[in-house]
Nanobody
Framework: QVQFVESGGGSVQPGGSLRLSCVAS????????MGWYRQPPGKQRELVAH???????NYADSVKGRFAISGDNAKNTVWLQMNSLKPEDTAVYYC?????????????WGQGTQVTVSS
């Protein structure tokens, strides 16, 4: 059983900032990577940002230069600093953690946190 505690979502005006946090715990070991997806209303889920245990990151083009992901391997924790938010960033943001078991990648998902950007 893997549990996630996600926090930091909410409502903000365009141009504002939010910081999302996610902690994974329970039966989860040797996390290879963590990150965030988001699902805007009526759209498919999309990758926002990803970070490996070695610190390698990648971002969706739409958030580059505005969002920054960071993590703490020892605590299975990942953060997403979101600056210069736009209405199109409105979505449910889902944290995930990946482990590799016998050459297979298993992804665990958080329950999601709502981010609303509106004036």
């Amino acid at each position: 059983q893997v549990q996630f505690v996600e926090s930091g979502g909410g409502s903000v005006q365009p141009g504002g900032s939010l910081r999302l946090s996610c902690v994974a715990s329970g039966s989860i070991f040797s996390v290879y990577a963590m990150g965030w997806y988001r699902q805007p209303p009526g759209k498919q889920r999309e990758l926002v940002a990803h970070i490996t245990g070695g610190g390698r990151t990648n971002y969706a083009d739409s958030v580059k230069g505005r969002f920054a992901i960071s993590g703490d391997n020892a605590k299975n924790t990942v953060w997403l600093q979101m600056n210069s938010l736009k209405p199109e960033d409105t979505a449910v943001y889902y944290c995930y953690a990946q482990v590799v078991v016998r050459d297979q990648t298993i992804t665990y998902w958080g329950q999601g946190t709502q981010v609303t950007v509106s004036s």
